[in-house]
């Protein structure tokens, strides 16, 4: 376990040994995306999972997929599930919530991060890396439980890092803030479900930060929000 690490995030040495694997969501996401997003694995897509657990979706995805599919976790327990037996799976230990993801610009065709973001100690960070190695136009999906609903250590309940950051308003704000169109939103049990399009190939949009940080003119700004607001807006139904 790195030092730099613990330094970093206290809760990844706990993390690192954690038991587990987390069950997560399985394959569960494939099928719920052709039928919520109308979008679907070809033979040719690399797929990322950010915390793969047991592994069921990388191993569902390679059997679909010759392009290259990839998790990343940082659990160490679900390193002895010997995933990578199969040629095309590349799995790595790492923490999300600081370590770049090692890929570069425009690779991924989908990434998935189910039940998992909701355990991250920068969850900003992870998602601007998911968005960078995305190609511009495809397909982020994810889920994660409700804090509005089962938010709470006792049973049945669910710890979250940020809990305010992930109700539904919120976060919605947030993915639109990184420009990722939102196409389906469903409550699966106690959690929601989230599928995203990134769209960050329009050349007039301008970065979180360099809008918070820039020197912007109010007038400015808002005629450039007007001209991708179409973009913003979502299409799935809630």
């Given at each position: 376990?790195p030092?730099e690490?613990?330094r970093i995030n206290?809760?990844s040495?706990?993390a690192?040994?954690y038991e587990?694997p987390?069950i997560?969501a399985?394959a569960e996401p494939?099928?719920?995306m052709?039928?919520n997003m109308?979008?679907s694995l070809e033979?040719s897509h690399n797929?990322l999972?950010?915390?793969?657990?047991e592994g069921k979706?990388?191993?569902?995805?390679?059997?679909i997929?010759?392009g290259?599919?990839?998790?990343l976790?940082?659990?160490?327990?679900?390193f002895?599930?010997?995933?990578?037996?199969k040629p095309n799976i590349?799995?790595?230990?790492?923490?999300?919530s600081?370590?770049?993801?090692?890929y570069p610009?425009?690779?991924?065709d989908?990434?998935f991060?189910?039940e998992?973001?909701?355990?991250l100690?920068?969850p900003?960070?992870?998602?601007a890396?998911?968005?960078?190695?995305?190609?511009p136009?495809r397909?982020?999906i994810?889920?994660f439980?409700?804090?509005e609903?089962?938010?709470?250590t006792?049973g049945?309940?669910?710890w979250?890092?940020y809990?305010g950051f992930?109700t539904?308003?919120?976060?919605?704000l947030?993915?639109?803030?990184?420009y990722f169109?939102?196409?389906?939103?469903?409550?699966?049990g106690?959690s929601?479900?989230?599928g995203?399009?990134?769209?960050k190939?329009d050349?007039r949009?301008?970065?979180?930060?360099?809008v918070?940080?820039?020197n912007?003119?109010?007038?400015?700004?808002?005629?450039?929000?007007d001209k991708?607001?179409?973009?913003l807006?979502?299409?799935?139904?809630?």
């Amino acid at each position: 376990m790195p030092e730099e690490m613990q330094r970093i995030n206290p809760t990844s040495l706990d993390a690192y040994n954690y038991e587990g694997p987390g069950i997560g969501a399985g394959a569960e996401p494939i099928v719920w995306m052709g039928l919520n997003m109308g979008v679907s694995l070809e033979n040719s897509h690399n797929v990322l999972e950010i915390g793969f657990g047991e592994g069921k979706l990388l191993q569902k995805a390679s059997t679909i997929t010759a392009g290259k599919v990839v998790g990343l976790e940082i659990a160490k327990a679900c390193f002895a599930l010997h995933l990578e037996e199969k040629p095309n799976i590349e799995i790595r230990g790492m923490d999300v919530s600081h370590d770049v993801i090692p890929y570069p610009d425009d690779f991924f065709d989908f990434a998935f991060c189910t039940e998992t973001i909701e355990h991250l100690a920068n969850p900003y960070f992870c998602i601007a890396e998911i968005k960078r190695v995305l190609r511009p136009d495809r397909y982020f999906i994810l889920s994660f439980p409700m804090p509005e609903d089962n938010f709470g250590t006792g049973g049945g309940q669910h710890w979250h890092v940020y809990p305010g950051f992930l109700t539904k308003g919120s976060f919605e704000l947030f993915m639109r803030s990184m420009y990722f169109r939102k196409l389906a939103y469903k409550q699966n049990g106690s959690s929601a479900w989230y599928g995203y399009q990134n769209i960050k190939n329009d050349p007039r949009m301008v970065d979180l930060f360099h809008v918070i940080s820039g020197n912007y003119e109010q007038e400015t700004l808002w005629e450039w929000v007007d001209k991708v607001e179409d973009k913003l807006i979502c299409t799935g139904k809630d």
